[in-house]
Each structure stands twice: as structure tokens, then as C-alpha cells.
């Protein structure tokens, strides 16, 4: 144990000279790596789609607004499901029926905003800054059609369960004759067969968006105290926007790499 400049114990001195010396490496590669083709499991890209949606909103400021300064939007997906139950595939694979993309998520929104300051008079108006954050949100369904996949996915595997039953020949009890028989199945027994199958869920990667938007104050009025005539301020605000943004469709496959 050694003491610093300062006199506390430090467990640990490490030589500064030697701690900076490059450090040697060699390569270094299995020797189980085998040639020629292989199935390896992959996320395969099925498709990629351009969605659009309109939404209209109503936002409700805390404060009076005298004017907007900035409105920084985040595309939010909180879900992206392709319903993949009833798609049919033909007799070479090819997928044949259109397929439902199911979209829901929201516009985050950072608004920044002057409201004025409770002693403003005369020819200028004094503000504060503030921010006011939204979530806007919007829920469509779009469909992909059969040809638009790049590669068809691979559709689920249905789970499924049978029963079987034995024959049995079992006595008829008082009041029957000696020789009869009971003949059926025995409902003291139960057998059953299940297939369940764990399918591969696609899934979604967002790609890019875009906003178009229309923002207008639907209560403004003067604002007092002899402030300019221009001046004016408003609680509420209806928000049109234009939304456009492209997902990729992405599902797990057995996919055979050929070596060249």
C-alpha cells in the first residue's frame, strides 16, 4: 500500500509509462469454420411501405399564448403489426392475398411558446419562455399488396389437437342379460394429440417521416393593458398535420448461404 501527495492510501500504483505501451495482437480465427453452403437463421427484409395519415388536433395551452417560437415533432410507433392469419400462398410459394399492416403511434411535440408577463403596458410587450409537450396520436391500417413484398413471409403454422379414443367392451350391469355387452368407448379416458408451433413474428424498423402541419388559433383576442393593436393572445389551437413514414417489414428466416 502506498501513500499519494496528499497522504491517502491508494491500493493500486500503476506505472504511467507502462500502461500507455501499445499492446501486440495476432489474428486469430476458429479452426471449426467449415467451407460450402450453409442455413443460417436471418433477419430477411419483406417489404418496405410509405405510409400516410392525416390527423387533426386540439391543444390546450396552460398559459396565454402570445406567439409560438419553435415546435420540435418526434414520430413515436408503438405498434406495427402484419396480420399474417388468413395470407394464402400458391402452389410455387408465391404469396397470392394482400396482407393488412396495422400502425398506431403518436407525434411528440415540444412546443415553445411566449406567454406575457403580468405587468406588461404600453408600446412593448415583456414574455417569458415556456414549453408545452404533446402527444398527438394516429391509428391506421394499410394494406400490402400480394406483389409488393420483396420476399414473401413465411406464413404461421396452425396449432392443432385431436383426439382418439379405444374400444372397449364393459359389462351392462342388473337388469341386462349375462351374454350382452356395453360396446363403445370409455368415458373414464381421455387421449389427445397436440401439435403447437412457435412462429416467427415480423416485426418493424422506422425509417425516416415527415411533417407537414397548420397550426392556427381558434380564441385569440387583444391583449390589455394598452399594449400594441396587434397584439393578442390564445389557450387553444387546432393542429392539421400531414404525416408520411416509412417502415421496413422484417421477419426471421431460414435462409441457405452458398459459398463461392
Known amino acids: 500500500m502506498t501513500n499519494d501527495k496528499h497522504g491517502n492510501h491508494k491500493c493500486v500504483s500503476i506505472n504511467k509509462s507502462a500502461s500507455k505501451a501499445e499492446c501486440a495482437n495476432v489474428q486469430a480465427l476458429s479452426g471449426n469454420i467449415a467451407a460450402g453452403p450453409a442455413l ?37 410507433i408503438v405498434q406495427c403489426t402484419l396480420l399474417l392469419g388468413g395470407a394464402e400462398l400458391d402452389d410455387m410459394g408465391n404469396l397470392i392475398t394482400d396482407i ?27 414574455s417569458d419562455m ?30 392443432s389437437r385431436f ?8 359389462k351392462l350391469g342388473t337388469g341386462f342379460p349375462e351374454k350382452d355387452r356395453l360396446l363403445s368407448s370409455d368415458l373414464s379416458q381421455f387421449h389427445q394429440v397436440s401439435d403447437q408451433f412457435y412462429n416467427q413474428f415480423p416485426y418493424c424498423e422506422l425509417i425516416d ?10 380564441d385569440r383576442h387583444p391583449l390589455h393593458h394598452n399594449a400594441p393593436f396587434e397584439e393578442g393572445v390564445f389557450y387553444n389551437m387546432v393542429e392539421k398535420s400531414l404525416l408520411e413514414f416509412r417502415v421496413r417489414v422484417i421477419q426471421n428466416q431460414q435462409v441457405r448461404i452458398i459459398a463461392d
Open 40 to 76: 443460417v437463421n436471418l433477419p430477411v427484409t419483406l417489404t418496405e411501405v410509405r405510409v400516410t395519415s392525416n390527423l387533426d388536433a386540439n391543444i390546450h395551452f396552460p398559459d396565454p399564448v402570445l406567439e409560438i417560437k419553435d415546435i420540435k415533432k418526434r414520430v413515436k
Open 100 to 126: 393488412p399492416l396495422f400502425i398506431k403511434g403518436y407525434i411528440r411535440k415540444n412546443i415553445q411558446y411566449a406567454t406575457p408577463c403580468p405587468k406588461t403596458s404600453g408600446d412593448c410587450v415583456a
Open 130 to 159: 415556456r414549453s408545452l409537450t404533446v402527444d398527438v396520436p394516429f391509428d391506421c391500417v394499410t394494406t400490402i399488396a400480394a406483389g409488393d413484398f420483396d420476399r414473401p413471409p413465411v406464413l404461421p403454422e396452425f396449432n
Open 163 to 170: 383426439e382418439f379414443d379405444f374400444f372397449r367392451a364393459q
Open 209 to 218: 417521416s415527415r411533417i407537414v402541419q397548420y397550426d392556427e388559433a381558434i
